[in-house]
């Protein structure tokens, strides 16, 4: 998976920011983040659901490589699957929220 911009970590702090963030939008179903971070979790994301909706063994390993909670894991392969199994990609979308107050990064919802 190539990742296009660093966030200001090394590999293994912005794999794990990422994992963390993916876990957390299955579980929430919408995060607010900064607009770079929005635009790398999105691949993460898409990816995990296409290995979702591959299904069988070798899908579930490799989503449960990325996704950190067996219950996130459980409702990714049963309910996300479900809503996303006629789309063909693009199961996540950017809005752009504006720019946060004290440093002025630009802000943005996942869904």
């Given at each position: 998976?190539?990742?296009?911009?660093?966030?200001?970590?090394?590999?293994?702090?912005?794999?794990?920011?990422l994992r963390t963030m993916v876990t957390q939008l299955l579980e929430h179903e919408r995060i607010q983040t900064t607009l770079p971070k929005a635009k790398e979790l999105r691949k993460v994301a898409d990816?995990?659901?296409?290995?979702?909706?591959?299904g069988g063994t070798n899908g579930l390993k490799q989503a449960k490589a990325v996704v950190r909670t067996d219950k996130e894991l459980h409702k990714l392969f049963t309910t996300m699957v479900q809503r996303y199994r006629c789309r063909q990609g693009g199961y996540t979308r950017i809005v752009q929220i504006g720019r946060r107050e004290h440093?002025?990064?630009?802000?943005a919802y996942i869904e």
């Open positions: 998976m190539t990742i296009r911009h660093k966030l200001g970590r090394d590999t293994a702090h912005r794999w794990a920011m990816r995990v659901i296409t290995y979702a909706k591959q440093d002025a990064a630009k802000m």
